[in-house]
């Protein structure tokens, strides 16, 4: 991936990180739309600064810096100005996959409680447990220590934990207690 | 702590990211957008600001080097500059006195000397030659052996003579030499005035000083002012014995006389003012208030092992005091550093934001 040149580059580039980038963008965002714009957004400005990624020592935790960062740029400048609740498209409204998570939580209620963290640990929840980046890579993408990332980990997942949406099922949604500390 | 179960919480994020279809649309509108542009050229001119290199590092360090010493150098020179005494009275011009200490067993400094003191004040008829008047006196509490107050006298007598002094009174109470008995001594001694700071340092060697007062006041203008009124008398009495010569009714010479009469006592009260000015500034009187005390031992010169503990404490305290004075400054240079630290901190990493954006 380093030292990439040509446009092909940048299709392969896409063609290996766009969909990932493109739902966990929609993790963080909440809607698709901005999503999309976000990602193009962050290939475009990852694209013009190519040279930078010749002296990183990772592709993907690079590229998700940038899709981070104009993730952040797309909250603090735009969603507060939309109405996402109402969007259809909004992460609240999967239905569909009730049947696919063949768990005790099911994705609505993790959907509907991942929405109502903050931005900042929503980003780490989305980038560990769906981009399956690790603690390490994520400290690099968020520009953070990998301490900072574990304790906003264990925060994210002890939020959720106690997010109504999952408590409503009782047993079913938290199905593992851990005494830490 | 209750947490969620991590594979629980994996699956459902990859139902709710992967229920939609990611469009190719959008793959090919970034191509199309990114087809001809160029790398960006800022990110070398981004690294020019950013410190990556080896040798803004060592030029940042270097700085900071120079940031501590500086901090630590400049406050302890000042500590280590002479330090102002409190001086009673007018400020000497070349001597600086007036140190001052009390209590049993405390080190008395000497008096400090800026330049070696006047070879004397040179008083020529009624001319003043340029030397500054200074009027000094003092005091000194000594502290001497049991039954060592006439001996202590006799040591000041002899010490006020090799000064070309005299002592002007002395007065001694000397008891038996029983524990419970005390001797006291109190001699007046007037030293030449240019030998008065060097016969203070030389009159402490004598007992152990308890106490050490001197005063020095510049009495120049007073001496000048009154040699300037004598002066003016002179010339107007010339005058008027001029007038005197001229006068040739008996009430204009009885009203002359009367002038010149009062103009020559005047003359003789300033002269005389003049003259204890003189004497005054001549001579310079010490106090030494002399007690014997049966607790008190005199210590002689420190020889082999207790000079060496004694220089050993000295240095103890000394390095201990020295830590003390490094520590103000240090903390005050590691507080700047850590400023710069955060300010270089927070710029590097707006910058590196500023460059992904």
Redesign the interface.
């Known amino acids: 991936m380093k030292g990439s ?1 040509s ?1 092909d580059d ?2 392969t580039w ?2 290996e990180g ?2 990932q980038s ?3 963008a ?2 963080i965002l909440g809607n ?1 739309p901005d999503a ?1 714009d976000a ?2 957004e962050a ?3 990852a ?6 990624l010749a002296k990183e020592s990772s592709f993907k935790p690079w590229l998700y ?2 899709v981070v ?2 993730c952040n ?1 797309k909250l603090r400048q735009e969603i507060p100005h939309r109405n996402r609740r109402t969007d259809d ?1 909004h ?1 609240s409204s ?1 239905q ?2 009730v049947e ?12 509907s409680a ?1 929405r109502d963290l903050p931005d900042h640990l929503r980003v780490v ?2 980038l560990r ?2 981009a399956d980046l690790s603690e390490r890579d994520i400290a690099l993408a968020i ?1 953070r220590k990998p301490g900072t990332v574990k304790s906003r980990l ?1 925060e994210a ?2 939020r ?3 997010h109504p949406a ?1 408590r409503d099922d009782g047993d079913n ?9 | ?20 279809e ?1 469009s190719d649309d ?2 090919a ?3 199309d ?3 001809g ?1 160029e ?2 050229q800022s ?1 070398t001119r981004v690294r020019k600001v950013v410190p990556e290199s080896r040798r803004v590092r060592a030029v940042i360090f270097v700085a900071a080097a120079l940031v501590l010493v500086t901090a630590i150098a400049i406050p302890l020179r000042r500590s280590e500059s002479p330090q102002s005494i409190h001086i009673a009275g007018n400020v000497a011009p070349h001597r600086l006195s007036g140190t001052s200490t009390g209590g049993q067993g405390v080190a008395v400094p000497s008096p400090v000397y800026l330049k070696s003191p006047s070879k004397g004040v040179t008083l020529t008829g009624s001319g003043f030659v340029g030397e500054p008047k200074i009027e000094s006196n003092g005091y000194v509490y000594l502290t001497v052996g049991v039954g060592k107050v006439p001996n202590a006298i006799v040591q000041l007598t002899a010490l006020v003579e090799k000064d070309h002094g005299y002592v002007e009174s002395s007065q001694a109470q000397v008891g038996s030499n029983t524990a419970r008995s005390f001797a006291t001594g109190v001699v007046v001694l007037e030293v030449p005035e240019p030998t008065f700071a060097h016969f203070v340092s030389q009159v402490q060697t004598v007992g152990h000083p308890t106490s050490v007062n001197t005063t020095s006041n510049n009495v120049t203008s007073q001496y000048v002012d009154l040699q300037s009124k004598i002066t003016a008398a002179n010339v107007s009495l010339h005058q008027y014995f001029v007038i005197m010569t001229r006068a040739t009714t008996i009430g204009g010479i009885l009203a002359v006389q009367n002038q010149i009469n009062a103009i020559q006592n005047e003359i003789q009260q300033d002269e005389g003012q003049l003259k204890a000015l003189n004497s005054e500034t001549t001579y310079s009187a010490l106090t030494v208030h002399l007690t014997s005390g049966a607790h008190h031992r005199v210590s002689g010169p420190r020889t082999g092992f207790k000079k060496a503990w004694h220089d050993s404490v000295r240095g103890f305290v000394a390095g201990f005091q020295w830590l003390l004075r490094l520590a103000g400054p240090l903390l005050f240079a590691l507080l700047m550093l850590g400023v710069m630290y955060v300010l270089f901190r927070a710029g590097r ?1 707006a910058l ?2 500023r ?3």
């Open positions: 040149t446009v940048l299709a896409l063609e766009y969909p493109v739902r966990t929609y993790l698709r999309e990602v193009q290939f475009l400005r694209w013009k600064f190519r040279n930078a810096r940038v960062n104009a740029s498209q992460l999967v569909s996959t696919a998570v063949d768990h005790f939580a099911t994705a609505t209620d993790v959907a991942l929840i989305a447990y769906y520009g264990n997942r002890r959720l934990a106690n999952l949604a938290v199905s593992n207690e851990e005494i830490t500390g | 702590m209750t947490m969620i179960d991590e594979q629980t919480l994996r699956d459902a994020l990859n139902a709710a990211a992967n229920e939609f990611v959008a793959i509108r970034i191509l957008a990114a087809s542009d790398p960006e990110v990493r590196l934001r460059r992904l954006q």
